[in-house]
């Protein structure tokens, strides 16, 4: 069955910290995986996929195909990071996402 | 400005009265997508749509419908809600297999 499994609903750091939030996913296929980020009282935005390799606002994620994994990584966390994270994954076209339960992100000063 | 639509913001109904919440997008995007969102759950794909009159159901689609007779709209329809279905609710639009533009939520609940 395709899944995504973020095993952490809170992670909590100290500003400037680094950051690791876990993502695991169940997919037969080539997986096509992204980051979406909730800020409080903004809507849901991508933050990055896998494919385009590139790093937003100081994170970035490898796609680990033998640990299947898609870990977001940061290593200087800042206050402005505090936010509800969800990995996704696109299960086989047509932008059908299944979204993992997310990892809210408190920052603390 | 680019963006998703929705209405209403905010509804509390009861159980059994029909009700529809509306999603609009500006972008003449092809794909649209509903999506509920609950604790500890994330969010699941109720409906998606891949283009007019093109749609098919999601994950969770029980007690939802959905129609997309003009391609910029795409309203979810409860016949007969439920208090199961008290939820965040979220509509979204891409092109292609980009990036999803999400709108800003529904916030539902069903007495």
């Known amino acids: 069955a395709q899944r995504v499994t973020q095993p952490e609903k809170l992670l909590s750091v100290f500003k400037g910290a680094p950051v690791e939030l876990k993502c695991n996913y169940s997919?037969?296929?080539?997986?096509?995986l992204f980051w979406y980020v909730q800020y409080s009282r903004q809507r849901l935005q991508l933050l990055l996929r896998h494919i385009s390799r590139e790093s937003i606002k100081g994170f970035t994620a490898d796609l680990n195909k033998g640990e299947t994994s898609f870990h977001l990584k940061k290593p200087f966390a800042q206050e402005e990071d505090s936010a509800m994270y969800y990995c996704?994954?696109?299960?086989?076209?047509?932008?059908?996402?299944?979204f993992g339960a997310g990892t809210r992100l408190a920052v603390h000063p | 400005e680019a963006q998703v639509t929705q209405n209403p913001r905010y509804l509390i109904t009861v159980t059994g009265k029909k009700l529809t919440v509306t999603c609009s997008q500006n972008m003449n995007h092809e794909y649209m997508s509903w999506y509920r969102q609950d604790p500890g759950l994330g969010l699941r794909q109720i409906y998606y749509?891949?283009?007019?009159?093109?749609?098919d159901k999601g994950d969770v689609p029980e007690g939802y419908k959905v129609s997309r007779k003009e391609k910029r709209n795409f309203p979810l329809i409860l016949e007969s809600p439920s208090p199961n279905q008290t939820s965040l609710y979220f509509c979204?639009?891409?092109?292609?297999?980009?990036?999803?533009?999400f709108g800003p939520g529904t916030r539902l609940t069903v007495l």
């Open positions: 997919y037969s296929g080539s997986p096509e």
């Open positions: 979204a639009s891409s092109a292609g297999y980009n990036e999803q533009f």
């Open positions: 996704a994954l696109n299960s086989g076209g047509y932008n059908k996402l299944i």
């Open positions: 749509s891949m283009n007019v009159e093109v749609t």
